[in-house]
Structure formats: C-alpha cells, structure tokens
C-alpha cells in the first residue's frame, strides 16, 4: 500500500513485455512481475535459469496464475519472502506453500500483523485468507541463497515494523548482474513512499529506514517496488519529493 493510495497503479497482465526479464538486460535471471489481488500488489519471481530453483517475493493472490509462471518456466520454488504482512502481500503464502512445500519467510516484527488476517481483512470489506506457519524469521543481516543467487536482508521498517527489503549485488553468488537489484515491498515507489498511517506505521522510521539503508546503495540499483512500475536509486535520490 502505497502513501499515495488514490494514484492510478501501473498494470501488467502475463503478455506484458514488462512481465518477464529473462532477456538482455539480465540474461542470468529469470525475473517475472505479476500484480496480483484487488490492490495488485506486485508479486516477483526471480529465477536461476540454470539450476531452475526460485525464490516468490509477496504472493498476495492469485496463486493460479502464479503456479502457471512457476510451470512455464520449470522453476522449483525454495523459499517463499514477505516483505512485510499486509493482507495484499500475504493473501498467497498459504495456498503456494500447500503447493509448493517452500518455507515461508518473514520478519518478527511483523506477526503480530500477519495474525490480525481478520482485522486487515475487516478494514478492506473482504474474506481473511488462511494462514500458515513461518518457518523461518528474517533479520537484518540475513543472506538468502538459492541457484547461483543470493539475496542480503536489509530491515526497513516504517511501512511497517517488520517490513524488509531485498539486495541483490552485482556480483553474488555465482552469478553476474548487469545492476544491482533491489525488492522494496512498500518502502520506496517510484516518485513516493509507503503510507505510514496503518497498524504500526512510523513515518520517522521509514525515512530513516530510505536515508540511512536504501539511498546508500548504488545509484545505478534497479528498485522493483510493491506497487507500480520499477525505478533506480538514483533516480528516487534526485526526484523523490520525500527524499528531500
């Protein structure tokens, strides 16, 4: 959920050019955007297109259509991330988890959310998805490895207490990136920020959270944001009007 929630969302659909990124631009990776849900919350696939193994960042819905990617691409699912526990971020984790058997990943800080399904789910007018296990607990400082990748836990709080990010360097694993790549979850948007005025939301964080972690990354990082369309640090430092 982005701080600007009445701003018209970048849309996708599966034929989209912008949906998949296994090309030039990175041909190492296998990267798949599907905005999902009623608030189409961007859930990413990033995949080694060697080893087949993958990681889902943020199934919020619509896991058919997710299981289908997953198929097309013959990747094998080893870990399942939150960025944080907003009911449009999680609504999937369930149901791809009973498929898939992967962990699901999270941070602390944000379970109390996750288990307040019904109050999130209230406030929204719709059905409370199921809830599954954590099977294990994100920190700041974490490295995610799956194929040749790897990914660095970067906690960002603000959005939410336990919201998190994820950082994949140019040279990681055994892979080699053309740029830098960084997952947001709700932190950062291009040209905004995430709305800090829901259950445990602090604009002090998260503009702590941007200035001292995100905007030290190199400009040159591809930021894929929650919501909306993909930007650079960069370009977020010398145009964002909350990073001033």
């Given at each position: 959920?982005?701080?600007?929630?009445?701003?018209?969302?970048?849309?996708?659909n599966?034929?989209?050019?912008?949906?998949?990124?296994?090309?030039?631009?990175?041909?190492?990776?296998?990267?798949?955007k599907?905005p999902?849900?009623?608030?189409?919350?961007?859930?990413?696939?990033?995949?080694?297109?060697?080893?087949?193994?993958?990681?889902?960042?943020?199934?919020?819905?619509?896991?058919?259509?997710?299981?289908?990617?997953?198929?097309?691409?013959?990747?094998?699912?080893?870990?399942?991330?939150?960025?944080?526990?907003?009911?449009?971020?999680?609504?999937?984790?369930?149901?791809?988890?009973?498929?898939?058997?992967?962990?699901?990943?999270?941070?602390?800080?944000?379970?109390?959310?996750?288990?307040?399904?019904?109050?999130?789910?209230?406030?929204?007018?719709?059905?409370?998805?199921?809830?599954?296990?954590?099977?294990?607990?994100?920190?700041?400082?974490?490295?995610?490895?799956?194929?040749?990748?790897?990914?660095?836990?970067?906690?960002?709080?603000?959005?939410?207490?336990?919201?998190?990010?994820?950082?994949?360097?140019?040279?990681?694993g055994?892979?080699?990136?053309?740029?830098?790549?960084?997952?947001?979850?709700?932190?950062?948007?291009?040209?905004?920020?995430?709305?800090?005025?829901?259950?445990?939301?602090?604009?002090?964080?998260?503009?702590?959270?941007?200035?001292d972690?995100?905007?030290?990354?190199?400009?040159?990082?591809?930021?894929?944001?929650?919501?909306?369309?993909?930007?650079?640090i960069?370009?977020?430092?010398?145009?964002?009007?909350f990073?001033?």
């Amino acid at each position: 959920m982005r701080r600007k929630p009445n701003d018209i969302l970048f849309l996708v659909n599966e034929t989209h050019p912008a949906h998949r990124l296994p090309d030039a631009a990175n041909p190492e990776m296998i990267y798949l955007k599907i905005p999902v849900g009623m608030l189409q919350c961007n859930c990413s696939i990033i995949g080694d297109p060697r080893t087949h193994e993958a990681i889902v960042v943020d199934p919020g819905d619509e896991v058919e259509r997710i299981l289908s990617l997953l198929g097309r691409y013959k990747l094998q699912v080893k870990a399942i991330v939150s960025t944080h526990a907003h009911i449009d971020h999680v609504g999937g984790l369930a149901k791809l988890y009973q498929y898939t058997g992967a962990p699901v990943m999270m941070h602390s800080d944000d379970l109390p959310l996750y288990h307040g399904m019904e109050m999130q789910a209230a406030f929204l007018g719709m059905r409370p998805p199921e809830v599954v296990e954590v099977h294990q607990l994100l920190k700041e400082g974490d490295v995610l490895h799956w194929g040749n990748f790897l990914a660095n836990v970067i906690h960002t709080p603000g959005h939410t207490p336990g919201s998190v990010s994820l950082f994949l360097p140019t040279e990681g694993g055994n892979a080699t990136l053309s740029k830098p790549q960084l997952y947001a979850g709700d932190t950062l948007f291009a040209g905004s920020i995430g709305r800090t005025d829901l259950w445990g939301g602090s604009f002090e964080q998260i503009i702590e959270s941007l200035k001292d972690k995100l905007l030290q990354l190199p400009d040159s990082t591809i930021v894929h944001p929650g919501h909306g369309p993909s930007t650079t640090i960069g370009h977020e430092r010398d145009s964002n009007p909350f990073l001033k």
